[in-house]
C-alpha cells in the first residue's frame, strides 16, 4: 500500500446519504464495516480514485466487503473488474459477498469463470463459500467437481473444508457421501460431528444418529439439542424426553424443542409443563418461546391458562415486542375476549400488517363485522398495506352482514392492488357472494379459480343449498369426485342441508349412509341434525323422532330444535311438547325454545298455554331475542329491530308499510293475526304488531330510498314467519322488485310471486 498520506472518511456516523469530513486513511477501516448506501460507497470509490488507491488490492477488498454488508453486489464486481492485479483474498471477498446476500448461482458462476479458468488456485477459505452455493443450488454434479478438486489439492482434510463439504452433501439428501467426507477430515470437531449426526437425524435415520452420538469424544449442547429435535421429529416423545433428561447442560434451543415436540404432537398439557419448569429454570423464555405457547393456549378447548401465559409475557424483557402483542391479541380473540383484544392492540405502538389482521380477525370470529369494518377504514388511513389474509377477514365481515355492495368493492380492491388470488381469498369470495345472496357472481367466481382445494368446493356447494339450488349442489358434489377431490365431514353437511331444503327425502338417506360406507366418514350431531331436519321439512315427523331415538350418540339441542321446528311448521303439538321439554333442559336460558312452543299453542288457539309457556319464561329470566334486519343502501347497512322508531325516517318508513298492505289485501294477502299475543285484542292491534317486524321496516326502508327496479337484499337474525313470507312473495309481484332474505337457515328469493324456497325452511 503507498505510504504517502491520503484524505479519506473518518468513522463518524452515517446519516442519510451525507459523508462525515475527511481525515487519514486509517479511519477508513471502521467506516466500511457499517452499512452504507450505493451512493455513500460511490463517493468512498471516487476518494480512493483521486486519491490513487484504487488499484491497492487491500482498500478494494476492504470496499468490496463493505458491498456486500450494503448488498451493493453488482457494484462490488465492478470493483473486482475495474482491479488490474486482483489476489485471492480479494476473490474470497467477492464469494463472500455472494452467498452472504443469497446469490448463489453468481457465486458459482464467479467460482467457474475466475478461480477454476486458472487465475488463482483456491485455499481452504475458498471452497466452503463454493459449497454453501452448490448446496443452497443443490448442484450435485458441480460439487461433487469441486469435491474432487478439493481431494486432488489436499484441502478435503482440512476441517474448515471438510465441514463444509459434508455440509453439501448432508443439504443434498446424499448421507453417504455426507459420511465418505467425513471420515476423510483429519481431526473432525464437534460441528464435523454436529453436521454429520445432522445429516442422518433429516434423513430419519435415528439408528445412526443415535450411534454417532454415542461415539463422540465430546459432546456440546448443540450435540444433544440435534438428538431431541430428531426424536420429536420421528415423534418419538419418550426418546425425545429421555435425551432432555440427560442433558448436562440446556439453553433456550433445547426448552424451545422440548416445548415444540409437544405441541407438534398433539400434547399441549405436556408442552405447557415443561415451559413451567422453563420459567423456574435459569433459562428465560425468548420471542420463539412465548409465540410456540401461546399458539398451544389458543388451540385448546378452555382458557384456564390464556390469563397466566399473558401475564408471563407481560412481564418479560420483550413485552413491548408487536410480535408478542399481536400473538396475545389473537389470545384473546380466539376466546372471545374481544374487548381485552381491543385495549392490548390498542395500545401497540407500531402497528403493521399481521397486527391489524389479528385484530380485524378476531372481530370476524366474534360476530362483529361492523367493528372489522370499521377497523379496515382505518387500516386504510394510516396507509399500512392490506394482504390477502386482511382481505379474507374482510370479506368474512361482509358475508355476516350481508353487505355485497362492500363485498365488491373489496373485489375490485384486491383485483386493482395486484393482491394474489390463492385459494385462501378466492374461496372467501365464493362464500361472500354466496352469503350476501348473489350466487351468480359466487360461481363466477368459483369456475375462474385455478386452484381450488376442498373448502372452495364446499363454500360453492354450501352456497348452492342456502340458495335453495339443491340439486345443483348435488351435481357440483359428482363434479368435485371427477376431479378428484376427497370429500370431508363438511362437505356432507352441505349436501344434507341441500337435501333437507329441496325436500330430497331418498337423496339424503343415500348420501348419510353413504358417509361411513363408502367415504370412511363417521356421521357426527351435525349430519344427525340435517337427517332430522330433512324429514321433520318432509312432513314425516314420526320418522324424525324415531331417527333421533336410535341415533348412536346423544341428541344436542340443534336436533330437538330441528324437531320442534318442523312440528311448528306441520303444527303437531304433541310432539312439540316433547321435543321442547328436551330443549329446556339442554338449555333453559335459549329464548327460541319457549318461543316456537308459544306460537304452536297460539296456531292452536291455546291461549291458557301461551300464558303459561310466557310465565315460564319470565320466572327463568329468559327474554325474547328482538327480530333484527339489515338493508344495504349504497355504501351503508341500515339495521331495524322489531318495533323500530330510531331511524330519522321511521314515519315514512311506518307510512310505506301500511300503504304496501292496503295494496296487498286485494291479492289475497291477509294478515296472520292467529300467534299474536291474545292480550291485543283488536283486530287491527294485531295487525299492527305485525306491520312492526323488523324485516318489513327494512323494507319499506328499502323501497323508499332507492329506485324502482333495484333489488333489496336483507340479512335477518331470526327465521323469517309465515305472514313477512307471503307479504313479500306478493310484493316481488306487485312492483316487480326482487327481494332477498337471508334468515337464521337459509336464503329466500322472492321474484315475481315466488320464492325459491318452494315453503321448505
Not at 644 to 660: M, T
Amino acid at each position: 500500500m503507498a505510504s504517502m498520506a491520503v484524505s479519506v472518511l473518518v468513522s463518524e456516523p452515517v446519516k442519510g446519504n451525507h459523508l462525515p469530513r475527511l481525515y487519514d486513511e486509517r479511519h477508513l477501516s471502521p467506516l466500511l464495516k457499517k452499512r452504507l448506501a450505493l451512493r455513500q460507497l460511490k463517493q468512498i470509490h471516487a476518494k480512493l480514485l483521486r486519491g490513487g488507491l484504487n488499484q491497492d488490492v487491500v482498500l478494494v477488498t476492504k470496499m468490496v466487503g463493505a458491498c456486500a454488508v450494503s448488498g451493493a453486489m453488482d457494484y462490488a464486481y465492478l470493483l473486482f473488474r475495474g482491479t488490474q492485479h486482483p489476489d485471492l483474498v480479494l476473490c474470497n471477498a467477492m464469494l463472500k459477498g455472494y452467498t452472504q446476500n443469497g446469490f448463489m448461482k453468481e457465486a458459482l458462476h464467479f467460482y467457474v469463470h475466475v478461480l477454476e479458468g486458472g487465475f488463482f488456485f483456491p485455499d481452504q477459505y475458498t471452497l466452503p463459500y463454493v459449497f454453501k452455493a452448490c448446496a443452497a443450488l443443490l448442484a450435485v454434479t458441480a460439487g461433487r467437481a469441486v469435491h474432487a478438486m478439493s481431494v486432488k489439492s489436499g484441502l478435503a482434510g482440512d476441517a474448515f473444508v471438510g465441514n463444509s463439504l459434508v455440509d453439501f452433501y448432508a443439504k443434498c439428501g446424499d448421507v453417504d457421501s455426507a459420511l465418505c467426507a467425513f471420515c476423510r477430515i483429519e481431526e473432525p470437531n464437534p460441528i464435523s460431528w454436529n453436521i454429520l449426526i445432522g445429516s442422518f437425524v433429516s434423513s430419519g435415520d435415528m439408528v445412526s444418529a443415535r450411534k454417532l452420538f454415542d461415539e463422540m469424544p465430546e459432546r456440546d449442547v448443540a450435540s444433544w439439542n440435534t438428538m431431541l429435535s430428531g426424536y420429536a421429529k420421528a415423534g418419538d416423545l419418550v426418546e425425545a424426553r429421555r435425551v432432555f433428561e440427560q442433558m448436562p447442560e440446556r439453553n433456550l434451543v433445547s426448552w424451545n424443542a422440548m416445548i415444540a415436540a409437544y405441541a407438534q404432537n398433539g400434547k399441549g398439557e405436556h408442552a405447557l409443563m415443561v415451559f413451567s419448569q422453563m420459567v423456574g429454570s435459569s433459562v428465560s423464555p425468548g420471542v420463539a418461546t412465548m409465540l410456540t405457547v401461546m399458539s398451544i393456549v389458543s388451540n385448546m378447548s378452555n382458557s384456564d391458562n390464556v390469563n397466566w401465559v399473558v401475564d408471563l409475557a407481560a412481564r418479560s424483557e420483550f413485552a413491548n415486542s408487536v410480535s408478542i402483542l399481536t400473538a396475545i391479541v389473537n389470545l384473546h380473540a380466539k376466546f372471545g375476549r374481544i374487548d381485552d383484544a381491543y385495549r392490548v392492540f390498542s395500545g401497540i405502538h407500531d402497528k403493521d400488517t399481521v397486527c391489524y389482521n389479528a385484530m380485524i380477525g378476531g372481530f370476524t370470529q366474534n360476530q362483529e363485522p361492523s367493528r372489522a369494518l370499521e377497523l379496515f377504514r382505518r387500516m386504510q388511513s394510516e396507509a399500512i398495506e392490506p394482504d390477502a389474509m386482511t382481505m379474507v377477514s374482510v370479506l368474512s365481515a361482509c358475508a355476516q352482514l350481508g353487505a355485497l355492495g362492500l363485498g365488491e368493492w373489496v373485489h375490485n380492491y384486491v383485483e386493482r392492488n395486484g393482491i394474489p388470488m390463492d385459494v385462501y381469498l378466492g374461496t372467501a369470495l365464493v362464500d361472500m357472494y354466496a352469503r350476501c345472496g348473489d350466487v351468480d357472481s359466487s360461481w363466477r367466481v368459483f369456475i375462474k379459480m385455478p386452484q381450488r382445494d376442498v373448502a372452495t368446493w364446499n363454500a360453492m356447494i354450501r352456497g348452492l343449498a342456502m340458495h335453495g339450488h339443491g340439486n345443483g349442489a348435488l351435481q357440483l358434489f359428482l363434479q368435485m369426485e371427477i376431479e378428484g377431490y376427497s370429500p370431508n365431514y363438511i362437505t356432507f353437511v352441505a349436501l344434507l342441508s341441500a337435501c333437507s331444503h329441496e325436500g330430497l327425502v331418498s337423496h339424503g338417506f343415500s348420501i348419510f349412509n353413504s358417509m361411513k360406507a363408502k367415504y370412511g366418514i363417521m356421521p357426527g350431531i351435525e349430519h344427525y341434525g340435517c337427517m332430522v331436519d330433512l324429514l321433520g321439512r318432509a312432513k314425516h315427523l314420526a320418522e324424525a323422532r324415531e331417527f333421533i331415538e336410535k341415533m348412536p350418540i346423544e341428541p344436542d339441542s340443534a336436533i330437538w330444535a330441528a324437531l320442534l321446528s318442523a312440528c311448528r311448521f306441520h303444527q303437531n303439538l304433541e310432539l312439540a311438547k316433547e321435543a321442547t321439554e328436551k330443549l329446556i333442559a339442554l338449555n333453559p336460558s335459549h329464548d327460541g325454545n319457549y318461543v316456537l312452543l308459544s306460537n304452536i299453542y297460539a296456531k292452536a288457539g291455546k291461549w291458557e298455554d301461551v300464558a303459561r309457556m310466557r310465565e315460564s319464561m319470565r320466572s327463568q329470566g329468559v327474554r325474547k331475542t328482538p327480530g333484527c334486519s339489515a338493508v344495504e343502501i349504497g355504501d351503508s347497512v341500515y339495521e331495524f329491530t322489531a318495533g323500530d322508531r330510531s331511524h330519522p325516517q321511521w314515519a315514512e318508513i311506518y307510512a310505506k308499510w301500511n300503504e304496501l298492505a292496503k295494496q296487498l289485501k286485494p291479492m289475497g294477502y291477509s294478515p296472520d293475526t292467529g300467534t299474536v299475543l291474545r292480550g291485543i285484542l283488536d283486530e287491527e292491534e294485531k295487525e299492527q304488531a305485525l306491520y312492526r317486524h323488523s324485516e318489513k321496516l327494512a323494507v319499506s326502508f328499502a323501497l323508499i330510498t332507492t329506485k324502482p327496479g333495484t333489488p333489496i337484499r336483507i340479512v335477518k337474525n331470526l327465521r323469517i314467519c309465515v305472514d313477512c313470507h307471503r307479504a313479500f312473495e306478493l310484493i316481488s309481484l306487485l312492483l316487480g322488485r326482487e327481494i332477498t332474505i337471508r334468515d337464521r337457515n337459509r336464503f329466500h328469493h322472492f321474484r315475481e310471486g315466488h320464492c325459491s324456497c318452494r315453503g321448505y325452511w
